[in-house]
């Protein structure tokens, strides 16, 4: 699990990515009902879990796991956290830019304390490919590459030019992902009328004057901030350390949710662990986290005290085995706590 975890952190390094211009008065050139790359958005509905190949000194990870659901009529998002400092915010959605209606990728959020943001739009799209492009460049500072290889199954690629060192766009990452679940993306793609080909946002001329549409810290300009994103909420996750045991301050605690109990009745469910949604890993001196921009659902939220360092559970780890249920509405702010109080045999 410690890998897993370390792959966020990775992962913000990614892309660099793009937005122009249109008059505003000019009415969008692509119809509904020829939308390039729309079938997209319904397509990476779910979690999704697999290997990243890295080509950076970040090196190579056996698993990323992602949650991506509707936050709207047009938009799918996940988000992901290491720790307090570094997180990923990723989402796909329908904008309106230069005269069209066009489907945008924005990957935002901190890497060792700095924030970056980058914006690519679709440019190319065939019998499950899709190419997101860097539209100032028009991709060579940066793209990536959804290939849809089976209903369950998807290959990102990511290539850069490694920050204009090299004269064409090189592999960056690769991850290789099978789908493990779709119940709580169909839900919310139920209550919000999910896909539909209207816009999400207008950009039009959200990048006139820049040279690249990546933004670095402090970000001024962000044509579409996360705060303006709909729909999503915030968790704020405390746990508490049973007297049974003495924790110690030089080991950690990992802090996630699912969608399901590991625990049904008097049942344990280790299968239900491919519904895990969001984890960070804590000092276990650390009591409390807040997940920012946590799709709205019912949650078990569940604390993994790692005793031996080994960075998943094994014997002698301290779990909290019953979790605690909690009902994140739209747009809210919700708190829960859970006891570590069970050691695993």
């Given at each position: 699990m410690k890998k897993c975890t370390i792959t966020f952190t990775f992962f913000l390094t990614l892309l660099t990515l793009s937005c122009h211009r249109q008059k505003p008065s000019e009415a969008p050139s692509t119809s509904p009902q020829e939308l390039p790359g729309f079938e997209l958005l319904e397509a990476l509905m779910g979690i999704w879990e697999g290997p990243v190949t890295s080509t950076t000194s970040v090196g190579n990870f056996s698993t990323w796991k992602?949650?991506?659901?509707?936050?709207?009529h047009s938009q799918i998002s996940a988000r992901n956290e290491l720790d307090s400092a570094n997180n990923i915010h990723l989402s796909f959605f329908i904008a309106?830019?230069?005269g069209q209606l066009t489907l945008c990728m924005r990957n935002g959020g901190f890497f060792a304390g700095r924030e970056r943001l980058t914006?690519?739009?679709?440019?190319?799209?065939?019998?499950?490919y899709y190419r997101f492009s860097e539209p100032i460049s028009k991709g060579q500072r940066a793209?990536?590459?959804?290939?849809?290889?089976?209903?369950d199954s998807l290959i990102l690629s990511a290539y850069t030019n490694k920050l204009r060192t090299v004269s064409t766009p090189v592999l960056h990452m690769r991850w290789n992902a099978r789908r493990l679940d779709t119940s709580a993306a169909l839900e919310a793609a139920?209550?919000?009328?999910?896909?539909?080909?209207?816009p999400s946002r207008d950009l039009t001329g959200a990048f006139l004057g820049r040279q690249e549409a990546i933004f670095y810290t402090p970000i001024e300009g962000d044509p579409y901030p996360s705060n303006d994103q709909p729909y999503l909420s915030t968790l704020e996750a405390r746990y508490r350390h049973s007297s049974q045991y003495n924790p110690d301050p030089t080991k950690f605690v990992i802090l996630f949710t699912m969608t399901r109990p590991i625990l049904e009745g008097n049942q344990y469910k280790p299968e239900n662990l491919r519904y895990i949604t969001r984890y960070v890993r804590l000092p276990s001196g650390k009591n409390s986290f807040t997940f920012q921009h946590i799709h709205p659902s019912r949650y078990y939220l569940y604390a993994l005290y790692d005793a031996d360092g080994d960075g998943m559970p094994s014997r002698g780890d301290w779990f909290s085995l019953v979790g605690r249920q909690v009902e994140i509405p739209p747009q809210s702010s919700v708190q829960a706590e859970v006891e570590i109080n069970f050691q695993l045999p």
């Open positions: 992602v949650d991506f659901r509707p936050i709207s309106k830019y230069e914006y690519l739009f679709l440019d190319s799209s065939s019998r499950g793209y990536a590459e959804i290939r849809i290889l089976r209903p139920r209550v919000l009328n999910f896909p539909q080909k209207t």
